[in-house]
């Protein structure tokens, strides 16, 4: 399968500062997707990018499909205790499969 | 993750055991796929099931492995004579028809621990 490259690995961030991730791969993505894994649980769509060069928002997220069609990267703004999980990249490989990042764990100090 | 409901949520077994976890895709929904992950890892896809048919199994170990998605009843991951490097989150996701990835609705996985 594809290689997604996810970065960084692992965060701390003070509530309140904004938090930027990326992920990169050797192939091109017709779409890129966003994830948020919370301890115990399964993933959750956060974000959806459908197109080269797209600018989505959902709240306090952004994300970018990049014009590459190769990266995206993920911003929460204003971080708080309950941003705390794993956030996963994944990029739809062909109607149905789905290539994921190893994930970026975010903590953060009150 | 309302909606897809896998159990056990937990599943410890001895090396050499059978494994059986077990997937309820979300109403409506006849597409299920299965992920597997490795601690510190990403999901990577094993296989894609509807309704009585492996779509695509490419991502499932030849050996062992197997699954099933019945006309009644929860899809079946079945792993034989468990090794511990079995041991990871298993993942069910279901879907619409017609939707892909994007309609994914993840369950909140069977944890397998081989001793």
């Known amino acids: 399968g594809q290689q997604l490259n996810q970065s960084p690995q692992s965060m701390f961030i003070q509530e309140g500062e904004d938090v930027s991730m990326n992920c990169t791969s050797s192939?091109?993505?017709?779409?890129w997707l966003w994830y948020k894994q919370d301890p115990g649980e399964g993933p959750v769509l956060l974000i959806a990018?459908?197109?080269?060069?797209e600018l989505t928002s959902n709240g306090r997220l952004t994300a970018q499909f990049g014009i590459t069609r190769k990266d995206s990267f993920l911003n929460i703004s204003a971080s708080i205790p309950s941003d705390v999980g794993i956030y996963f990249c994944?990029?739809?490989?062909?109607?149905?499969?789905?290539?994921f990042g190893a994930g970026t764990t975010v903590t953060v100090r009150a | 993750n309302a909606g897809v409901m896998q159990n056990p949520r937990h599943l410890v077994r001895r090396r050499g055991q059978e494994a059986r976890l077990r997937c309820s895709p979300m109403?409506?929904?006849?597409?299920v796929y299965w992920y597997r992950q490795l601690p510190e890892e990403g999901l990577k896809f094993m296989v894609y099931?509807?309704?009585?048919?492996?779509?695509?199994e490419s991502g499932m170990p030849k050996e062992r492995f197997s699954a099933e998605f019945p006309k009644e009843g929860p899809s079946i991951l079945r792993i034989q004579q468990v090794v511990r490097g079995d041991s990871a989150a298993y993942f069910c996701?279901?879907?619409?028809?017609?939707?892909?990835?994007?309609?994914?609705?993840f369950g909140s996985g069977t944890r397998l621990t081989v001793v």
């Open positions: 996701a279901s879907s619409p028809p017609g939707t892909g990835p994007n309609g994914y609705t």
């Open positions: 192939s091109i993505f017709n779409t």
């Open positions: 990018l459908y197109k080269a060069g």
């Open positions: 994944a990029g739809r490989s062909n109607d149905y499969k789905l290539s």
């Open positions: 109403k409506g929904h006849s597409h």
């Open positions: 099931l509807q309704k009585e048919n492996i779509i695509d």
